[in-house]
């Protein structure tokens, strides 16, 4: 039901615009709740809030200006979701490159490993299909650091 739809895309966008942390972080689990059914299914409702995600995880992206663990561990996951299962929806934007570049910022900082390090260096060790992906597109100009190289 297209009335439908159209009223669940403007609670997560609120719930994504929202200035209280729980919000944005629930509304940040909806998104993925509905990307995983719509990819699942096939929907076109699954296009209509895909930009929803991608324009938030571009604004929120950089790791230093993260409010929450919880926030960031949520944001990242559906980031690596949309890379690693939305991929064509995906070449348009600059989320590839934007993700693998913030990605290093947390897992190369010194210090007691965080939640978020600890995460973040799980994905890139399990999916190095996506840093793969993303080091040699051809349309981007970053390069591959050391650290992938095996």
Known sequence: DPEVHERIKKLVEGGLKSAFLPSRIAALHGLLYLLQG???L?????LQILPLAIE??????????????????????????????LEEQTTETELAPAVLQY????????GPPSRLRLALLQVLYTR????????YD?????????????
């Open 138 to 150: 051809t349309s981007s100009k970053m390069r591959s650091p050391p650290i992938f190289h095996q």
């Open 42 to 46: 096939g929907s076109d409702h699954m």
């Open 56 to 85: 938030y995880i571009q604004r929120h992206i950089d790791a230093r200006a993260g409010v929450s663990e919880e926030h960031q561990i949520t944001m990242w996951g559906l980031a690596f979701y949309l890379l690693e299962n």
């Open 128 to 135: 190095d299909h996506l840093t793969s992906a993303v080091v």
């Open 103 to 110: 990605t290093l910022s947390p897992v190369m900082t010194q």
């Open 38 to 40: 719509g990819n699942l």
